[in-house]
């Protein structure tokens, strides 16, 4: 029966009410796109929405609502075990500052969760889904992965800590909503201290940009002060250009999220030795066994495309 409370508290989830707004707001983004578009008003740089990747990135996020349920579940069982049994204490949640401290650690949670995504490879196969749309927009924040499994880890310390499952899963949905509104090109740069404590639209947008420059920065949810912290911040100081480092040129769902554990497999399958095998599927993307750095493709920026214009030999790679 306690189990069956635990389930219940957790079904709370702030994502499933916040869909309207997240509906609501598309299609005002939308309209927007539009009604600029049709005013000769549109900001060339700002790419709008696209019918076809907007109906990926909602389908992805529909599976990945699925998907989510089944890992609350099964982390439940564990998290509510830790709780009960091996947690020395049960921190109040009747105080106003329990909540206030939970949404600092549960943001610095994600960090954490957020750049091991980024860094290392078979963990970047299950995110690269969210990175794979060459648009910004409100619909490309549902653009979510199937396979939340690594997150477990990085929740697991809180329930040791006396932080009741409920809370955690309440917080990390608050914190995804909040995450929602850094989706867009419509926002420009916020009010300079708001730029210095949170993770705005224009810190997001760096974070999705494939650029050199804005490769694996901004990793906060909320706050953008562990960026800051910790050596990962990057200023927007031109406009992005989003997606995967090499172009993607599939709305095929199962391939969108699956093909890069294909690559990982083939990777390992062919390579010479233990090292390299590991450095395969635990390395940083693009890795390689000669010396261990990131081989990747190279990206557009404003001082190649100035040097393309001027006639010089062209570089290699997209900007996709």
Known sequence: M????????????????????????????????????????RDAVQKGYSALDTRTSISMGAVALQFQVVFKILSLVVFAFLYETVAPWH?????????????????????CNHRFGHEVRIAWAAHQAHHSSEYFNFGTALRQKWNPWFEFFFWLPLPLLGVPPYA?????????????????????????????VLNTPSHHRVHHGSDDIYLDKNYGGIFIVWDRLFGTFQEEVFTPSYGLTWKVETYNLLELQYGEYARIA?????????????GYAFGPPGWNPVDGRPQLPARN???RQLQDARGAKSLSGTGS
């Open 301 to 303: 920026d404003p001082a």
């Open 2 to 41: 306690e189990f069956v409370t635990y389930l219940w508290e957790t079904a709370q989830n702030p994502i499933l009410y916040a869909l309207p707004v997240f509906a609501a707001c598309i299609a005002i983004e939308v309209a927007f796109f539009w009604w600029d578009t049709k005013n000769d008003q």
């Open 91 to 111: 921190l109040p949640t009747d105080n106003v500052w329990f909540w206030v401290g939970l949404v600092v650690v549960v943001d610095f949670a994600w960090y």
């Open 266 to 278: 083939r990777d390992v399958r062919t390579a010479q030795g233990l090292r390299a095998k590991l």
């Open 168 to 196: 955690i899963y309440l917080v990390f949905g608050f914190n995804l909503v909040y995450q929602f509104f850094s989706h867009t090109e419509r926002v420009g740069k916020l009010w300079r201290p708001i730029e210095l």
